[in-house]
């Protein structure tokens, strides 16, 4: 017999696959990152499943119990996700300078030679 917790995580496991697809299929996600969240949903379902594959993961691991597996993989997960965030912004702000110069080249270019045609 499932707990009340089990049936949360598949709930919310099957909602989270749902949307990451629907992003998908909206060209709103790339096919790495519809690989990766639908990983991270399934694994999500298949833990709420089968909570005590935590335990041996633990065993086999050499960490005390299957609760704290799941949190240092959690802790693990986000700081991976927190750098690529960062080097996406990253490379977001180089582009943004890039236009930015590039525009402001491109005003002075276009001023310069209309106040040619005034004098």
Excluded at 36 to 50: D, E, N, P
Excluded at 81 to 107: D, T
Aim: charged share 15%; glycine share 12%.
């Amino acid at each position: 017999m499932l707990h009340l917790y089990q049936y949360i995580g598949i709930f919310v496991g099957i909602i989270a696959l749902i949307f990451t697809l629907i992003r998908f299929r909206g060209g709103k996600l790339s096919l790495g990152m519809l690989g990766l969240w639908s990983g991270v949903w399934l694994i999500v379902i298949s833990l709420s499943i089968f909570p005590d594959f935590t335990s041996t993961l633990a065993i086999a691991t050499g960490i005390g119990r299957g609760l704290d597996v799941i949190l240092i993989i959690g802790l693990i997960g986000c700081y991976y996700l927190i750098f690529r965030i960062y080097n996406m912004l990253e490379s977001i702000e180089e582009e943004i300078n890039l236009l930015v110069r590039e525009i402001a080249l491109e005003k002075g270019i276009n001023k310069g030679s209309s106040s040619e045609h005034q004098d």
